[in-house]
């Protein structure tokens, strides 16, 4: 099987590795860290004919509808149509779409008018927690216990000065509490699979202090989440979200992360997004046994019964993501990146590259915010966590950051 993957970072760094077992790869553009990269663009290396399964990796090319464009010439594509990709693009959209499903989740109200937006926050207690509606790289999310901040903050977004058109509607939400997990299903648009649950640490500092990132580490499998997490999500939130779908006319081929909360009360979706997680989906994927080529191509085809069900390690696998100075607020780029070869040659360590371009000396240097991630496994999380911060002991450039609670709990 020959297969395209679409994306340039760390988590299509993983799908190239994990489905390079079975199948042929091309990443495009990908990055100068992932083998079998080229910048030829993914509707030209499929006019060239022999492409078996398109992997759409980031959210935007998805929602601008590049699925579309692939299917409307014949190409078999893992990820949702522009019409399935509003799950992610529009908070509001996708709120409206699993209340109408019946998916646990926390309550919400939608406001265009930043005076009705501040009268509904002085109507609740707080927590607040303010969205904007549209997409804003996991970083258009505020909670808070400060009424004045959370005003702030919505005039800021409905005037949009704050991310622009993404903002100038925004969702406020009930205050939920309980440790956050991610799952990644897979879905034919009928059925699914769920992966085993991930666990992402979003906050840049330790002890989730400081402002959201894209996600500065992962692990998986998860000691304190249910045994049947996976399960209980296919039935009570893929499922029937699948079915509304349907309902609606869309059909969702493509992989549904589902953003959870396990609260006191059971689980709650937080968020869907139309895609694989970066870099949580990166933890999953490296645990799988089974043929993932296979497996998406069954999805994209719009039917999962016709393979097996997916197998997994049951080592503990661990990443932690080294980012550029200044990241998320102002990433600096362009310098150069040492030690990667000496973290690369830590046992039972894979090294992913994310954020990175070549110089003019063909040098590997910082090209965005999360950089390198550093993946450990073994029996345990203890010893998973040793190799990937043994690996991240090694590498060198100016400003580099790190987290160092990376799967402690
Ligand atoms: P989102 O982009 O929707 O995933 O939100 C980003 C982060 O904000 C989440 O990972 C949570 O930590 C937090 N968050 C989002 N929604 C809620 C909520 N309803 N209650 C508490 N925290 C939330
Ligand atoms: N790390 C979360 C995401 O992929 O959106």
């Not at 790869?25 to 993914?42: D, E, K, Q």
């Not at 935007?60 to 990709?85: E, I, T």
């Not at 100038?168 to 440790?179: A, M, T």
């Not at 997990?181 to 992966?195: I, K, N, P, Y």
Request: proline fraction near 7%.
């Amino acid at each position: 099987m020959k297969v395209v993957v679409v994306g340039s970072g760390g988590r299509e760094h993983a799908l190239a590795l994990v489905l390079g077992r079975t199948a042929e790869v091309v990443v495009t553009p990908g990055n100068p860290g992932i083998p079998g990269s080229v910048p030829t663009p993914v509707e030209d290396l499929v006019a060239a004919g022999d492409v078996d399964l398109v992997v759409i990796g980031p959210e935007q090319p998805l929602v601008d509808g590049l699925a579309d464009r692939l299917r409307a010439v014949g190409v078999r594509v893992l990820g949702p149509g522009a019409d399935g990709a509003r799950v992610e693009g529009s908070k509001a959209f996708m709120k409206e779409l699993v209340t109408a499903a019946g998916v646990p989740t926390a309550g919400f109200a939608t406001f265009d008018d930043a005076e009705l937006a501040v009268a509904h926050l002085r109507s609740t207690p707080g927590p607040y927690v303010i969205k904007t509606d549209g997409l804003a790289a996991g970083k258009g999310v505020l909670v808070t216990t400060d009424l004045a901040e959370a005003e702030a903050d919505v005039r800021a977004k409905l005037g949009g000065e704050s991310f622009g058109s993404a903002g100038r509607r925004v969702v406020i939400e009930e205050h939920l509490s309980g440790p956050e997990v991610s799952v990644f299903a897979v879905c034919d648009g009928e059925r699914t699979v769920c992966l085993p649950p991930a666990q992402d640490f979003k906050r840049v500092g330790d002890g989730d202090q400081g402002p959201n990132t894209g996600g500065m580490g992962a692990w998986s499998p998860l000691p304190f989440a249910p045994d049947d997490l996976a399960e209980t999500v296919a039935k009570d939130f893929i499922e029937p979200t699948l079915a509304e779908l349907r309902a609606r006319g869309i059909d969702y081929r493509g992989v549904l992360y589902a953003g959870l909360m396990l609260t006191p009360d059971g689980p709650r979706l937080i968020e869907y997004n139309i895609r694989f997680g970066d870099p949580d989906s990166q933890v999953v994927l490296l645990r799988i046994t089974s043929d993932l080529a296979e497996l998406l191509a069954a999805a994209a085809d719009g039917d999962l019964r016709a393979v097996p069900a997916p197998t997994f390690s049951n080592d503990t696998v661990v990443l932690v993501v080294v980012a550029s100075e200044g990241y998320p607020e102002s990433p600096r780029t362009g310098d150069p990146i040492a030690g990667l070869d000496e973290a690369t040659a830590v046992a039972e360590v894979t090294m992913l590259t994310a954020g990175v371009a070549a110089n003019e000396d063909n040098q590997l240097v910082t090209a965005g915010g999360r950089v390198l991630n550093a993946i450990g496994r073994g029996p345990d999380a203890v010893s998973a966590r040793a190799q990937a911060y043994e690996a991240v002991g090694h590498l060198r450039w100016p400003g580099l950051h790190f987290r160092t609670d990376i799967a402690t709990g």
